[in-house]
């Protein structure tokens, strides 16, 4: 006989997903791995079948898929309020550290000491860039010969967006036409692909182990069952969260305002993200340096290594983005320079994070039977295959940026900055050869570049 596990009352999870906001490191894979063992292995309140069933829906939609597997657990355990306070959990403590580290950054950032772990920092990130392109490109791509197409798409990508400077959302459309039309023409191809984890198997219980809270054979929950009354009230207040605070915001500074521009921008990008946020991150600098003018392409990649040292997904550094941006365009006026930039990182991360929620509460249960069908999944492989592309130019972007000192002769004459390349270089190794984590990667090159600056 095995233990039937009791029902966790919602302070319980509440404990817990505040818990989770300050541990959540590693990225995304990072924070599926720490919410599979807590939740499946340790507390046993969710089954290997459902918890990776609830993760193969969240990798179908843009966001953060972390973010969001947190939000469909609590959800399915305590209804929607249950989404609502693990999801936003998930994000907040992210977003107060990094308003707190970007305070810093733009009031101390020219200090000696705090300009050399930047140096150093700025390496990392490019490998940890170089990472992503490894670890998306070698699920989606799989060999030439078996999907040649999804690597013809990565190409084109590349060329599109580092050559001919195509807006990342025009890339995304194409994509996606290529594996609707290739669902119809030629499936094998993006069968091949895709990004799911797999079907969960049922597992059959020892004598005496616990059972899960929501096991295999445990009922979808009532609340859980589409039903179409329910879907248009959740599309009617996620419509309306998004209506009034724009509408304020349009009041307040006019539709041509930096915050409201920062709230648009940010909805849009939010629709973007398939492929995590490094796919997205081309568009934000496009935007947010190349069009608005709200920070630098250096302050962009300070801004993501930043990201990197804090718990919460990585799409967080729009916070540092809006920080910055309400910063520089000193949206509350010169006298209120830190308010006016806490007001922007807040006004950005609702915009970015409010579809995801609305994604899972609204669509839960009615995406969840789609689930599989290839004429939905093809569109989604060719997209992720395009994000391989659209990454492998961010990293080209970033190690140009950093290894190139305009102006100044570096360490091996010319222009440039060889101590920087041999930093990400040896980053690249130790996450890519010897699997290194995130944060000791990080640390030892802010150390690097605290030494070399001091020089």
Request: proline content about 5%; aromatic content about 12%.
């Amino acid at each position: 006989m095995s233990a039937q596990q009791t029902q966790v009352s919602f302070a319980e999870a509440f404990r817990f997903w505040l818990k989770l906001g300050f541990i959540s490191f590693g990225g995304p894979a990072g924070q599926i791995a720490i919410m599979h063992r807590e939740l499946v292995e340790q507390r046993r309140w969710i089954s290997e079948s459902r918890f990776l069933h609830a993760l193969n829906y969240c990798m179908l939609l843009p966001g953060p898929e972390a973010q969001q597997l947190a939000t469909y657990i609590g959800w399915l355990m305590h209804r929607s309020w249950g989404g609502i306070v693990a999801g936003a959990l998930f994000v907040l403590p992210s977003l107060f550290i990094l308003i707190a580290l970007s305070w810093v950054y733009v009031a101390f950032g020219n200090v000696p000491w705090v300009a050399g772990l930047l140096y150093g920092i700025k390496p990392a990130v490019a490998a940890i860039v170089l990472q992503a392109v490894h670890r998306i490109g070698s699920k989606t791509l799989k060999k030439p010969a078996v999907a040649p197409v999804l690597w013809v798409i990565a190409a084109m990508s590349f060329i599109a967006i580092y050559a001919f400077n195509i807006p990342f959302p025009w890339i995304v459309l194409g994509a996606a036409l290529i594996g609707w039309l290739g669902s119809r023409w030629a499936p094998a191809q993006f069968a091949a692909g895709g990004g799911g984890h797999g079907a969960a198997k049922a597992v059959v219980l020892a004598p005496g182990e616990r059972d899960w809270l929501i096991g295999d054979t445990t009922p979808t929950p009532a609340h859980a069952r589409f039903k179409s009354s329910r879907l248009a009230t959740v599309l009617a207040v996620g419509a309306a969260l998004w209506l009034l605070p724009m509408g304020t915001l349009v009041a307040w500074q006019g539709w041509d305002g930096a915050v409201a521009q920062m709230a648009w921008f940010f909805t849009k990008a939010a629709l973007l993200t398939f492929g995590g946020a490094y796919a997205v991150l081309p568009y934000v600098y496009q935007g947010a340096v190349e069009h608005f003018g709200w920070l630098t392409g250096t302050q962009m990649i300070d801004g993501l290594a930043l990201g990197e040292t804090t718990p919460g997904p990585l799409i967080m550094v729009v916070a540092f983005v809006g920080f910055v941006g309400g910063w520089t365009k000193e949206v509350l006026g010169p006298d209120a320079l830190f308010l006016g930039a806490a007001l922007a990182a807040t006004v950005v991360t609702w915009f970015t994070f409010l579809p995801s929620f609305i994604f899972i509460l609204a669509g839960g249960p009615l995406v969840e039977s789609t689930h599989g069908k290839l004429h939905l999944t093809a569109p989604l492989t060719a997209i992720t295959a395009a994000v391989v592309g659209v990454i492998a130019s961010l990293a080209l972007f970033f190690i140009a940026h950093i290894a190139i000192l305009p102006g100044a002769t570096g360490t091996f004459g010319s222009r440039v900055d060889g101590v920087a390349l041999l930093l990400t270089a040896l980053a690249a190794v130790a996450l890519l050869r010897f699997k290194v984590g995130v944060i000791p990667v990080i640390a030892a090159c802010a150390l690097a570049g605290l030494v070399a600056s001091a020089r």
